[in-house]
């Protein structure tokens, strides 16, 4: 039986030496799915993080270094927000010497990263505010009511187009007392804010055949950095890795996300190149970049087992930040 505990040297390899997941593995595999949608437009390939080996693409000290301070050094800000009925420590070991990698309590150190519920979806308390009291012309997050019964965060981020990039986002069904689904949405810089006010104010917005009222959410949200960083994110590789379900499943075990849809950017014989369009980035797709640079650098990821040729597969991976269809 396979130890989910298990070192990545320690991995079995298949038993007829295809690519596939023993019995007790974390994930599964399946062959891709034609692409039926296809992206046109600029991506951002300028600034890319990858752990595959020199012959395929190397990265430098610097770039690593710039994504993991954005991605740990936003993990670990606003913990005290979060409700101790609702924390749960996610822990991982970034980069540990062999000897070092286990799980917590083992005696084996480990990073704590987060402590957050697994049902936010990148929505904390107080709007995820970065210290302190936003001011109201600051604030980014907003209200909107009066969505349809079934909305889905397809539906809404499908709606907002040429207005900025989202932060932020997710869905409340209806209730006994509201009978519209309602959402929070948090844009990455107040002038989207301003944008998408004005837009609303004229009518303009509408989701299905409904027209949503939005207006300024109470719990307040600053403005994020400019940066390539995005709720997009584009992943290239073998395609018995870039693969629609296969990277849904590896995701599912590592956190909670909701996707506005899965474009296949590129296929041929043997690479795929898909945009994941998570309904967030905070949490979601900054969550989703994070293991998937770790799963191409062979990095030990907890509760996650890859066979021998399955790892090899995965050194040639190649994470992007895309472009937010949004802004």
């Known amino acids: 039986m396979a130890n989910q505990n298990k070192r990545p040297s320690q991995v079995a390899p298949s038993q007829n030496g295809s690519l596939a997941y023993d019995a007790n593995s974390s994930l599964q595999m399946s062959e891709p799915r034609p692409g039926t949608l296809y992206r046109t437009g600029p991506t951002i390939d300028g600034c890319s993080y990858t752990a595959a080996p020199p012959q395929v693409r190397g990265v430098t000290k610097e770039d690593f270094d710039f994504l993991t301070s954005f991605l740990l050094g936003d993990a670990v ?45 990148g929505i904390l308390p107080n709007g995820g505010s970065q210290g302190g009291e936003v001011p109201p012309s600051q604030n980014c997050s907003l209200h909107i009511g009066n969505l349809p019964p079934d909305c889905t965060i397809s ?6 187009r040429d207005i900025g990039k989202v932060y932020a986002s997710n869905i409340r069904p209806p209730t006994n007392e509201y009978h519209t689904a309602a959402a929070k949405l948090v844009f990455w810089d107040r002038d989207a804010v301003d944008r998408f006010l004005k837009l609303a104010s004229e009518g303009k917005f509408t989701v299905g055949r409904y027209v949503p009222i939005v207006r300024m959410n109470n719990h307040r949200a600053a403005a994020q950095s400019q940066s390539i960083l995005s709720r997009v994110l584009l992943i290239r590789g073998p ?28 296929r041929s014989e043997f690479f795929t190149k898909l945009e994941f369009r998570f309904s967030s980035y905070r949490c979601q797709a900054s969550n989703a970049m994070k293991y998937v640079v770790m799963a191409s650098k062979g990095q030990w990821i907890p509760s996650i087992v890859f066979t021998e040729e399955e790892q090899k ?10 472009i937010d269809p949004c802004a």
């Open 77 to 121: 800000k606003n913990t005290e927000d979060v409700p101790m009925s609702s924390q749960q420590e996610v822990s991982s070991a970034v980069n540990p010497p062999m000897a070092n990698r286990g799980r917590a309590g083992t005696g084996r150190p480990v990073a704590t990263i987060l402590k957050v519920g697994r049902s936010h979806k």
């Open 155 to 160: 539906d809404l981020l499908g709606s907002i």
């Open 239 to 266: 395609r018995q890795i870039v693969e629609q379900s296969y990277l849904e499943n590896f995701f599912r075990k590592l956190f909670r996300y909701d996707l506005e849809t899965v474009v296949v950017v590129d």
């Open 313 to 322: 597969l995965w050194y040639s991976v190649q994470p992007y930040w895309g």
